[in-house]
């Protein structure tokens, strides 16, 4: 096969079809690509592409290069097309070739490589990588760069295999060394290829590399000194990921590597500085190393300030103070906007207000729903990582492990730079302000009172990129403007602050109505009831802003219309708000087609103002429970249509339905006992709907499903009644200990408690197989906080309706059952879980003896204790004394002193 010659006249009219593909007209494109397409039926036609590509140096480069990225193409999607003997000829060639003079040429050779590799595997072409590596020694520098582009692009991609055995072989073993002693080569291009080859392998922790890890940091070493930026900036990834895995290694000599990266953070190439700033980052989030950089940070701390002022490049393309709020937004400005199901929460730390059904978090990561939120505030500041965005988040680091203790030599800093008379000073220092907001807050407190005012009057900048920056930097701080120093100054802080914002909310450029708006909502988390002698006020300006937002900024108006509901709760339900806002929001509701995405803003927004305006939103309900219902079951039958047919009917998008459940939630949660006539009437029936969703294959809509389940339960029982045996036979499959739906585990959890509050004894058949899946979900140490306060909860109202089947188990689950309960927050679902468990210690006394102290203790965590709970926490207490006798005043003299002085003062034990 390797002697193959192409036939003349089918090789001219593919390489003239190759050139022609340059073609701008695209009436010769489209039928180039037609003539392409047809010549893929020809067997041999990739031993013509790789001819092109090998055998034609008279070609231009880019023909030649473009017939190998068809070759490459035809390769990743029909590999299993081509036949053995034509793969080995191309295979030959490749390699033959692969030091082609020509740079483009000799990339496209490694591409090809690396794609048929990805297609089939290293060890089914055994000579690849000793060929590849037998090229490094050719005296021909092209030969020695094509060998290693190659070799770059295998280490990317295939670094699991060159880390595996293969035929008793490890290729790393006589890859690495070798690769190493490139580091000196003359030629940069090498030089760099020999670094990229080797720093894919360091974060692996792979045994080849740590066995020629003192080489390779020698070698970093020599390479310290080189003035070529491609070098430099590998260098830095190189000591960026070292730091990381092997910081014993550069602990010797941190004085030399700090020095090196203080350098290179100053370097003149971003690229470089971006690399070496890094380094910052992954020295400050290792608490071993943390003592290793605080000698540094009096020369770390200006550096990192440097980097964060605007550059050139970035005044150029975005100092642009126009008026541009009536401009269009253009389609690459959108980010895809996504839904996350609701999750219920308790009334524990973490938990939203109320017994609603929750926040809109992540799925699975109940644990880390609000920390996920917060980040989502520092978008703006942190998103498109750049040299300035990787300074600010260093520094907003440093501040965090740091403290204080950094504020001596950032606050003389951060003078000069906030009175800078250079817009771009000014804006570098309310950034680095901002930056520092956690880490530093008290050390910051006592200069507020002035930075605060001065922030606020720079609202007015004429420059919109400071305006927009403190937006962001006076979100930071609004907590402090809420909760002053001293309570009574709130008034001077915080009318002056919402005053500044709403300005910003209504600000003529594009970019400080974003920062405004975003800052806002950050605002409204913090002062919530506090905002309601200002509502009017704000609803007008968010109001107004319907008018003249552009398409991105829209949906960040939704989000700070909803949020506002959330904080103001019932405060919104007034007829002069109800008139304000609602007109604008239905306006868009109508307006906005079903299939468009921009819908899941606005329906989240009208899920927390349902919520909030309770039966003030019922003259709005009927249409939006209709639309709800609609969306619902418009994507149940696509997708019933698409397992049907899968060929010509799409997937239907399951965050549409994802989000009308999650409306339909807010609605019953706001409308209580009114929601009945809804759900009666609903066509299709929104319990036949809901029915289908418990079991759908996406564990987001079976996680609203769930959340609306239990809503239902709470409005209108009777409705859901007649389909429980349905509901409570997929709800128990759903409750299962370490399973990978955590969300779906807790909203279910949930629902089961609300439906047995409803359900009475009916529940009876159900309660052994719940406990069977709530009581290991509770006792287990891995089980996350929200779906451990849902499983208590649950248990309790279970032991509440059904005491005689639950409590026999008391012994089991008490002492877990009252360290999870302890912490939760006084409310409703807490005084019912606890009524259950005062019933279950009536049929079964000796069950909790084991955890009477856990039960004291909780029983004194209650700050408010409802009337009649409180009588039977005073009867169990009392009996048990009366069952200790004697050994009671031995009992309580090991309770914590909080504990047995709480139980002392409220019932005279």
Known sequence: MLNWQPQPEGLNQLTQLVRDSMSPDNAVQTQVREQLESFRNVPEYNNYLIYILTQMPQELPTTRAIAGLLLKTNIQYHASDIREDVLNYVKALALRHVGDPDPDVRNTLGTVITTILSRTSIMSWPEVLPHLMSLLDSQDPNVVEGAFKALVKICEDSSDELDMEINGERPLNFMIPKIITYFQSPVVAIRVCALTCINQFITRKSQSFMVNIDAFVEGLGRLSNDTHPDVRKHVCQAMVMLLEVRPDKLIPQINSVVEYMLYSTKDDDESVALEACEFWLAFAEQDALQEHLRPHLDRVIPVLLQGMVYSELDIMSLDVDDED???????????PRFHHAKTHTTGNAAAATGDAAGADVDSNADEDEDEDEDDEDDDDIYMEWNLRKCSASALDVLSAVYGNSMLDILLPLLQRELFHAEWKHRECGILALGAVAEGCMSGIEPHLPTLIPYLITTLNDAKSLVRAITCWTLGR???????????EDRPTYLMPLIEGLLKMVSDSNKRVQEAGCSAFATLEEEACEALVPYLFHILQTLVHAFSTYQQKNLLILYDAIGTLADSVGSALNEKQYIDLLMPC??????????????LFPLFECLSSVTTALGQGFLPFAPPV??????????????AQMHAQNPEGVPAPDKDFMIVALDLLSGLTQGLNTSVESLVASSQPSVLQILSVCLADSSAEVRQSSYALLGDLAISCFLHIKPYLNAFMNELIGQIQPNTEYVSVCNNAAWAAGEIALQYGEGMSVWVQPLLERLIPLLTSETTPRTLLDNSAITIGRLGLVCPTIVGPHLEVFAEAWCHTCRTIRDNEEKDTAFRGLCAMIQVNPQGLIKSLAPFC?????????????DQQFGK?????????????DVFAASLAPDTRNRLAERYRL
């Open 876 to 888: 169990i207490l009392i009996g048990y004394k009366s069952m200790l006798a004697a050994s009671w």
């Open 477 to 487: 701080y609004a907590r402090w403007c809420v909760f002053p120093t001293n309570p």
């Open 857 to 869: 203790d909780a029983v004194a965590q209650w700050s408010e204790v409802p009337q009649e709970l």
């Open 585 to 598: 929001l239905i306006d868009k509701w109508q307006n906005l087609p079903d299939d468009d995405r921009d």
């Open 625 to 638: 429970f209709e639309r709800c219902v609609k969306i619902v079951h418009a994507n149940l039958m696509q």
């Open 325 to 335: 709020a009536t401009v269009p937004d253009r389609a690459e400005d959108m980010k």
